[in-house]
């Protein structure tokens, strides 16, 4: 009976994953027989990874400018939006539809709408309310990262001064395939992201399992919040929970111990132990691993602001001819880039809001924390080479802490979104490609850094495209 059951989730699962999408409607299963009913049947849904969860978009990475290619790489290219992104054109698509950029994420938030519309519908009691909690709590969490991750791809960054003139996103939180959703504005895009960690955090109280790296615990939300909060600029709340997630969690791997000389130096998630990760994501569509087979290249500047004693300038990084250097496997040990969130990224958050809101010391200590883990050792002592420079004020502390982050975070799915928050905020960062001989640039707060709604999306719901 329950293996009956089971085969008829699977084919629910597998019908509501297309479902979000309008053109899909005429398809959609008979839900009054076969919609999930239980919180084991919800639970399921949580583990539909590679379906819905662990896809983040990857547009972002590739306008970024954490790496080039060189022209016989871009002229070789099979992929149109990857050439696109590549050099920021107006028009990324050329026709392309079922962008997964888009359509994984509201995948993930239409599950999530499923769970948190059907656990309200379950009674709690005494046996059931611990998972109960978990999995309305997952859903929330949930739902808030597919929504922030949109927000950085799709529309412009988040300004405060601005946000309620500012488009925002088809905030879609019913399950219902023909409610008509328009186009919010960015202050209530956020306002809803933020209501969803809040009910995130009442309900989500179960730490993260690394045995079980797509689930969320509350070390997740706590880290997940951080990383909100510091985009929006609201740098209290970022340090907040960034200690929030550091008093449950603070562990740290010693950097020293790994082979510098392999290709994957990294434990492998799951099954080996990274006490790093706190939520297991990659990139969804293989246009990034195209470009990373073919001939991605770090930035040359930033492969040589790492020191030699710094053991992530070879543990990162591989040479791939005279001065060329291209990523090694990722951070979990796969040939996946890593896109989740990490201890080493709530460090990051924790160090930089503290020196933003002139608490030095505290900045100090956390950025150190994190250098000294990173460094090599010396063979006798057992001690970090890595000493704290001359700083003496928290602007400049700021700024030694950015390209910490930069160099820490590197191809981890986090500099589109710094770009944006970064340049807002005054940093004047303009980016050039060079392909063909042609020079390309992409100005400070471009238009170009909020990408184009899919055109099928916008055939479909009407609601109106980004400019570019």
């Not at 709530?346 to 000294?372: G, N, P």
């Amino acid at each position: 009976m329950q293996l009956a059951r089971n085969l008829v989730l699977f084919i629910v699962i597998m019908a509501l994953s297309s479902a979000c999408r309008k053109d899909f409607l005429n398809k959609k299963p008979n839900t009054s027989t076969i919609i999930p009913e239980t919180l084991n049947d919800f639970d399921l849904l949580l583990n539909e990874v590679g379906i819905a969860f662990c896809n983040f978009p990857e547009m972002g990475a590739l306008s970024s400018d954490d790496y080039y290619i060189k022209d016989m790489i871009y002229n070789s290219l099979p992929f149109t939006r990857t050439r696109n992104c590549y050099l920021w054109a107006t028009d990324i698509y050329e026709g392309d539809t079922q962008i997964s950029d888009w359509n994984y994420p509201f995948k993930q938030i239409f599950y999530c709408n499923t769970i948190i519309e059907g656990i309200k519908k379950i009674t709690v009691t005494n046996n059931n309310q611990a998972q109960w909690h978990r999995l309305l709590g997952s859903a929330y969490c949930l739902r808030a990262y597919a929504f922030h991750n949109l927000a950085t791809i799709f529309c412009t960054v988040y300004d405060s001064s601005t946000s309620r003139k500012t488009l925002g996103l088809p905030l879609r939180i019913s399950s219902d395939v023909n409610e008509n959703v328009i186009r919010a504005n960015l202050q209530d895009t956020y306002e809803l992201i933020i209501s969803d960690l809040d009910a995130a955090e009442v309900n989500l109280t179960t730490p993260f399992d690394l045995t079980q790296p797509n689930r969320p615990g509350i070390e997740t939300l706590y880290a997940l919040a951080a990383r909100v909060y510091l985009y929006i600029g609201d740098y209290s709340k970022a340090m907040k929970y960034s200690k929030a997630c550091l008093d449950l969690k603070s562990e740290l791997m010693n950097y020293s111990i790994f082979d510098t000389t392999v290709l994957k130096p990294f434990p492998v998630i799951p099954g080996g132990h990274n006490p790093e990760v706190l939520y297991f994501d990659k990139y969804a569509y293989n246009s990034w691993f195209q470009i990373l087979s073919t001939g991605l290249l770090v930035d040359t500047a930033l492969y040589q602001s790492y020191n030699d004693a710094d053991c992530r300038k070879r543990l990162y990084f591989r040479n791939v001819g005279g001065t060329d250097y291209g990523p090694k496997g990722g951070y979990i040990g796969l040939a996946n880039f890593f896109t989740g969130l990490s201890m080493s990224e709530v460090y990051l958050c924790y160090a930089e809001s503290a020196a933003r809101l002139q608490q030095f010391d505290i900045a100090k200590e956390a950025i150190t924390k994190l250098m000294i883990s990173r460094w090599k050792r010396d063979l006798i002592s057992g001690r970090s080479l890595y000493v704290f420079p001359v700083i003496n004020s928290s602007n400049d502390l700021l700024t030694y802490i950015l390209a910490e982050r930069r160099k820490e975070l590197v191809f981890r799915g986090t500099r589109f979104s710094d770009l944006k928050r970064l340049n807002r905020d005054g940093a004047n960062i303009t980016l050039y490609r060079i392909i063909n001989g042609i020079t390309y640039t992409l100005p400070p707060n471009a238009l170009k850094y909020a990408m184009p709604i899919p055109p099928d999306e916008i055939n479909l719901s009407g609601i109106p495209q980004n400019e570019r």
